[in-house]
């Protein structure tokens, strides 16, 4: 048997290395839902200048279907609290939700077939690059297309401003205490790894 001279040191020097190490504290940030100067954005940013105008909108559901399919489902999707919709002169593709069970930010009637013979009526509320946005437009139910826009949608973007800004202040207020942003809240039990 071979002896190496210093195998002795290597397996004391084992024997009192940590087998675990404390865990360094991690820095957890949840992305914010909206940008701080919503209004600025919409106002600033070239898609929504082009959306923000009444345009041509098209249905895209199940494009590869005949005519009459593709009429029975996008009213069926619009009975159900959705539809595919394209914004044919930017190629801007939205799948929007008009039914509050789907679609946290609905309000009253989002989807009307009884507003105008033919047409269907869809409004929809959604943030869109972190800008609380409406679409508000309608199609015509034999052409599955239409006109519609996106407007700036001022009463969501203040309840989200009031979230970030509450947000904000629970990170900064995490970072006086020393523990980064992915420290409990104050009063709060520790962090789960």
Same mark, same amino acid.
């Given at each position: 048997m071979h002896h190496h001279p210093n195998l002795g040191d290597a397996a004391a020097?084992?024997?009192?290395?940590?087998?675990?190490?404390q865990p360094k504290p991690r820095f957890i940030f949840k992305m914010p839902r909206v940008?701080?100067?919503?209004?600025?954005?919409?106002?600033?940013?070239?898609?929504f200048r082009r959306l923000c105008r009444e345009t041509?909108? @098209?249905?895209? =559901?199940?494009?590869?279907?005949?005519? #009459? /399919?593709?009429r029975m489902r996008f009213v069926g999707d619009c009975r159900k609290g959705y539809a595919e919709i394209c914004f044919v002169a930017s190629g801007t593709n939205l799948q929007l939700y008009f039914n509050a069970n789907l679609n946290p930010f609905a309000q009253e009637q989002e989807c009307d077939f009884e507003k105008e013979r033919g047409k269907v009526h869809l409004r929809s509320n959604f943030i869109m690059n972190g800008v609380c946005v409406r679409f508000r437009?309608?199609?015509?139910?034999? @052409?599955?297309? =239409?006109i519609a826009c996106l407007e700036? #949608? /001022?009463?969501r973007a203040l309840q989200e401003d009031a979230q970030l800004c509450e947000q904000i202040e629970?990170?900064?207020?995490?970072?006086q205490r020393g523990g980064g942003p992915g420290a409990p809240p104050l009063g709060g039990a520790p962090m789960a790894w």
């Amino acid at each position: 048997m071979h002896h190496h001279p210093n195998l002795g040191d290597a397996a004391a020097s084992y024997e009192y290395m940590p087998l675990y190490e404390q865990p360094k504290p991690r820095f957890i940030f949840k992305m914010p839902r909206v940008v701080p100067d919503q209004k600025s954005k919409f106002d600033g940013d070239e898609l929504f200048r082009r959306l923000c105008r009444e345009t041509e909108v @098209r249905y895209t =559901g199940y494009r590869e279907r005949g005519i #009459d /399919e593709r009429r029975m489902r996008f009213v069926g999707d619009c009975r159900k609290g959705y539809a595919e919709i394209c914004f044919v002169a930017s190629g801007t593709n939205l799948q929007l939700y008009f039914n509050a069970n789907l679609n946290p930010f609905a309000q009253e009637q989002e989807c009307d077939f009884e507003k105008e013979r033919g047409k269907v009526h869809l409004r929809s509320n959604f943030i869109m690059n972190g800008v609380c946005v409406r679409f508000r437009g309608w199609l015509d139910l034999e @052409r599955l297309d =239409g006109i519609a826009c996106l407007e700036y #949608d /001022e009463l969501r973007a203040l309840q989200e401003d009031a979230q970030l800004c509450e947000q904000i202040e629970s990170y900064k207020q995490r970072m006086q205490r020393g523990g980064g942003p992915g420290a409990p809240p104050l009063g709060g039990a520790p962090m789960a790894w």
